[in-house]
């Protein structure tokens, strides 16, 4: 069936050092891919999102790119922050349905 | 601000208990999703409506039910709660088009004692 893949947490940066959480993903259908970040005590927000293979989806200097040689969707920021210190999700919706099916979560931590 | 909103943010009840759970979706979303995060299951699809009719069901026990009202908002109803139905409860929403964005709202915490 459809599932996400993601790395376990927490991932522990310094500040203005490069983040990667891993991502891997079931290949059924035609699946678009989302990252989605919640901030203690908040809602889910989108982040960013790829449609199709080889996308590149970028937002607040995070990317993640489509791979689906790979069936992974990277995250990625180049000189992470204080502020990123969230949970990061993976997810995935299948083609033609709406449901989104998440990774479990990693969860990011960044001192000064 | 997603512009969803939820209440209660926080619910203390006990078991055996029934609940019912809030959500008003963002001007003009007629589709209105339910998920539930919990510590061992993660963040789960629940249940979809869309313009007041079931489109799709995940995870939902039979326990729990929902619906959705003429004027959009919906309802998660949880009956007979048990320990193990203490989570987060997120509602979302979004727009026609099965390429649209879900917005989520800020969460319901329920605690089941």
């Known amino acids: 069936g459809d599932s996400v893949t993601q790395m376990e947490g927490p991932v522990t940066l310094s500040e203005e050092a490069f983040l990667t959480i891993n991502c891997t993903y079931t290949?059924?259908?035609?699946?678009?891919l989302f990252w989605y970040v919640q901030y203690p005590g908040e809602g889910l927000q989108l982040l960013l999102k790829?449609?199709?293979?080889?996308d590149k989806g970028s937002n607040k200097g995070f990317e993640a790119t489509y791979r689906k040689e790979t069936t992974s969707f990277h995250l990625e920021k180049g000189s992470v922050q204080v502020s990123d210190s969230a949970v990061y999700f993976c997810?995935?919706?299948?083609?033609?349905?709406?449901?989104?099916?998440f990774g479990t979560g990693t969860r990011l931590l960044v001192s000064p | 601000d997603s512009g969803v909103t939820q209440t209660p943010k926080h619910l203390i009840t006990a078991t055996g208990q029934r609940v019912t759970l809030r959500c008003s979706p963002r001007?003009?979303?007629?589709?209105v999703y339910w998920y539930q995060q919990s510590l061992d299951q993660g963040l789960q699809f629940l249940i979809q409506?869309?313009?007041?009719?079931?489109?799709a069901k995940g995870n939902i026990l039979e326990r729990f039910s929902a619906q959705q009202f003429p004027d959009l908002h919906s309802e998660l109803n949880l009956s007979s709660l048990e320990l193990g139905d203490s989570a987060l409860y997120f509602c979302?929403?979004?727009?026609?088009?099965?390429?649209?964005?879900?917005?989520f709202g800020p969460g319901t915490r329920l605690t089941v004692l």
């Open positions: 979302a929403s979004s727009g026609t088009g099965s390429n649209n964005e879900q917005f």
């Open positions: 290949a059924t259908g035609y699946p678009s």
């Open positions: 790829a449609t199709k293979a080889d």
């Open positions: 997810a995935r919706r299948t083609t033609g349905f709406q449901k989104l099916v």
């Open positions: 001007s003009g979303d007629l589709s």
């Open positions: 409506y869309y313009n007041g009719e079931e489109r």
